[in-house]
């Protein structure tokens, strides 16, 4: 298990029913959750506004903004659609970012996720707003329903992880039997982080709960004074991290009323791009391609930027900058003048993974003819997640999509999938594999817990505008979700500018 403030923390998730109309695709959400946007939009200090948007009387702005993922396009067109002037420079040679859906080199309408996965509900609330907006079509994701996790020597179902028999053999103390016999085996986090987390009140300010001590401490430190076993800590993971960090994170889940590992997941039908390819679509011409930032001068006034386009260098000036690339990226770019102390701090120490996805494409969904459930977490780096994806593509073959350490190769993946599944690997047609690590333009992943002592010098400074230059993307936000902390610092940005 991975703590909640961990990549996988929207990985992973405990065997759960779905709604009743799973796999189908609405084409309108229910009055009631678009009554929740609204709430939810309020509650996180977002003007009403953001919600439902119109031009406003005024001076238009001229806005730049560097990086077309999904946080890009998302803030460009909600300037666009309050009347703003937008420039959005996307430096590889498609929008959308980590927001990638692969068609290519399958067969019969099969796809794979490559990047962003899944979205919640509840959580997501302003990406569930662009799905009505848009009528996009969307559907249940069962990848959480029946998982199975590799402990002590073999795949162990969500039953057996409630044995009060079996937890004690594994270690964990009594009170930790107590829980996970009534509990899932994601939530144990929450048997020592309750106490803390419920002195939070405010999701963007962490120091008022009166735990700043905690980010001199390591998660495995706290769990250790609080009587957590070896074993507990372990499960729990993120041990290194810190502690105001990580239950930092878990206390904002429990202000969205969002479950650490949420069971019940979906995605868009068709794939995730979608979105992008939509929000592109709406922008239109104002999103250039093949041109990376290479310069940034602010001013009082304004800002000026240097980008290449097409071989060429080019100037462009504009009333803000929005930095909606990676702070990898950002750390690459010469800023005139330079960032204050501070922002530069934040900017060079916020910590990323990168990850590579695993697609198999298989003959036919043989785990269901062998009475077996193909949704795993392993401890095996070369294949630490699998489950299905295009369930609702009409073919005999099926596709899997896996999770893997950027180092990984073909062979090894099939290799552990052998492992775990023996006399099975040749019923895999095509093993594809994308290392996110050797994307020139989008190395960096999502971020991950701060060493402790790092949170108070990162935040709030790593969201904070510079003059007439504004962050957002998966790093500018208080949690590390891609797509909700894009829409959600996105937002922000467009209140800010455009209310300036």
């Known amino acids: 298990m991975c703590s909640p403030s961990d990549v996988k923390g929207c990985e992973g998730g405990k065997e759960a029913g779905g709604p009743a109309d799973r796999g189908a695709a609405p084409p309108t959400m229910p009055r009631r959750d678009a009554l929740k946007i609204g709430a939810s939009i309020l509650a996180a200090g977002l003007p009403v506004a953001a919600a439902c948007s119109r031009p406003r009387p005024g001076r238009s702005k001229k806005v730049i903004i560097a990086g077309g993922g999904i946080t890009g396009l998302s803030c460009g067109y909600e300037l666009m659609k309050r009347g703003h002037e937008v420039v959005v420079l996307e430096a590889s040679g498609r929008a959308g970012g980590h927001v990638r859906t692969l068609h290519e080199g399958l067969e019969d309408g099969l796809y794979a996720d490559l990047g962003a996965e899944q979205f919640t509900n509840p959580g997501y609330d302003l990406y569930w707003g662009y799905v009505k907006?848009?009528?996009?079509?969307?559907?249940?994701?069962?990848?959480?329903?029946?998982?199975?996790?590799?402990?002590?020597?073999?795949?162990?179902?969500?039953?057996?992880?409630?044995?009060?028999?079996?937890?004690?053999?594994?270690?964990?103390?009594?009170?930790?039997?107590?829980?996970?016999?009534?509990?899932?085996?994601?939530?144990?986090?929450?048997?020592?982080?309750?106490?803390?987390?419920?002195?939070?009140?405010?999701?963007?300010?962490?120091?008022?709960?009166?735990?700043?001590?905690?980010?001199?401490?390591?998660?495995?430190?706290?769990?250790?004074?609080?009587?957590?076993s070896d074993r507990a800590i372990r499960t729990i993971g993120d041990t290194n991290a810190s502690a105001l960090h990580v239950i930092w994170h878990a206390a904002i889940l429990n202000l969205r009323g969002v479950p650490l590992y949420p069971p019940?997941?979906?995605?868009?039908?068709?794939?995730?791009?979608?979105?992008?390819?939509?929000?592109?679509?709406?922008?239109?011409?104002?999103?250039?391609?093949?041109?990376?930032?290479?310069?940034?001068?602010?001013?009082?006034?304004?800002?000026?930027?240097?980008?290449?386009?097409?071989?060429?260098?080019?100037?462009?000036?504009?009333?803000?900058l929005v930095c909606c690339m990676s702070a990898v990226m950002l750390r690459l770019i010469p800023v005139k003048p330079a960032w204050p102390e501070s922002k530069l701090?934040?900017?060079?120490?916020?910590?990323?993974?990168?990850?590579?996805?695993?697609?198999f494409q298989t003959k036919t969904p043989f785990w269901e003819e062998d009475g077996r459930s193909i949704n795993w977490e392993t401890p095996d780096p070369n294949l630490e997640l699998l489950w299905r994806i295009a369930e609702e593509v009409h073919t005999r073959r099926a596709a899997l999509m896996g999770w893997a350490e950027a180092s990984v190769s073909r062979e090894s993946?099939?290799?552990?999938?052998?492992?775990?599944?023996?006399?099975?690997?040749?019923r895999i047609e095509k093993a594809i594999v994308?290392?996110?690590?050797?994307?020139?333009?989008?190395?960096?992943?999502?971020?991950?817990?701060?060493?402790?002592?790092?949170?108070?010098?990162?935040?709030?400074?790593?969201?904070?505008?510079?003059?007439?230059?504004?962050?957002?993307?998966?790093?500018?936000?208080?949690?590390?979700?891609?797509?909700?902390?894009?829409?959600?610092?996105?937002?922000?940005?467009?209140?800010?500018?455009?209310?300036?």
């Open 133 to 228: 907006e848009f009528n996009l079509p969307y559907q249940y994701y069962p990848r959480r329903m029946g998982l199975v996790r590799f402990i002590d020597g073999k795949f162990r179902t969500e039953d057996e992880l409630h044995s009060r028999s079996f937890l004690s053999k594994l270690g964990f103390n009594g009170r930790e039997v107590d829980f996970l016999v009534k509990n899932a085996w994601w939530n144990l986090p929450m048997l020592y982080f309750q106490p803390y987390v419920e002195k939070f009140k405010d999701e963007y300010k962490p120091y008022e709960a009166g735990l700043n001590h905690l980010d001199q401490t390591t998660v495995g430190d706290l769990l250790r004074k609080d009587g957590a």
């Open 264 to 320: 019940d997941v979906y995605r868009l039908k068709g794939g995730n791009q979608l979105m992008t390819d939509t929000l592109a679509s709406k922008l239109g011409g104002r999103v250039h391609l093949n041109s990376p930032l290479t310069g940034i001068e602010r001013g009082e006034k304004g800002v000026r930027v240097t980008y290449r386009e097409s071989g060429q260098e080019k100037k462009m000036e504009g009333d803000y």
């Open 345 to 359: 701090f934040a900017i060079n120490h916020v910590p990323y993974y990168s990850v590579a996805r695993l697609v």
């Open 413 to 426: 993946a099939l290799a552990s999938f052998n492992k775990f599944y023996p006399g099975r690997s040749d």
């Open 434 to 500: 994308h290392n996110w690590a050797r994307d020139p333009w989008a190395m960096a992943c999502e971020t991950v817990s701060y060493s402790p002592g790092e949170l108070m010098k990162i935040w709030p400074s790593i969201i904070e505008p510079v003059g007439r230059v504004h962050f957002a993307g998966a790093y500018a936000d208080n949690l590390n979700w891609g797509q909700e902390a894009g829409t959600r610092s996105a937002r922000r940005v467009v209140e800010a500018i455009d209310q300036d």
